[in-house]
Nanobody, 115 residues
């Protein structure tokens, strides 16, 4: 049973930083693309960032230059470093990954940025 568990969310003032982690566990042979999504109240879930096994990264325009996605395959963990946080970054953040032959999601972690 493969699971993804996010951590690192919380309450931070505008301009602050948080680092989210996404730990994969279970019978894992291969982790392909890892992604971070977010969903704010009343809005659709949006893709924030992605990273391939080859470390190719992509970011939403709204977070470019502020967020950095990374991964440590030895630890089976992905990360989202968020700097320069803005109130509009407030959302539930979800990690998702292609593991073995399936797609998996974490349960989400709340990020709240106060002005």
């Amino acid at each position: 049973q493969v699971q993804l568990v996010e951590s690192g969310g919380g309450l931070v003032q505008a301009g602050g930083s948080l680092r989210l982690s996404c730990a994969a566990s279970g019978s894992i042979f291969n982790i392909n693309v890892m992604r971070w999504f977010r969903q704010a109240p009343g809005k659709q879930r949006e893709l924030v960032a992605s990273i391939t096994r080859g470390r190719t990264t992509n970011y939403a325009d709204s977070v470019k230059g502020r967020f950095t996605i990374s991964r440590d395959d030895a630890k089976k963990t992905g990360y989202l470093q968020m700097n320069g946080l803005k109130p509009e970054d407030t959302a539930v953040y979800y990690c998702a990954a292609q593991i073995n032959l399936g797609d998996y999601w974490g349960q989400g972690t709340q990020v709240t940025v106060s002005s």
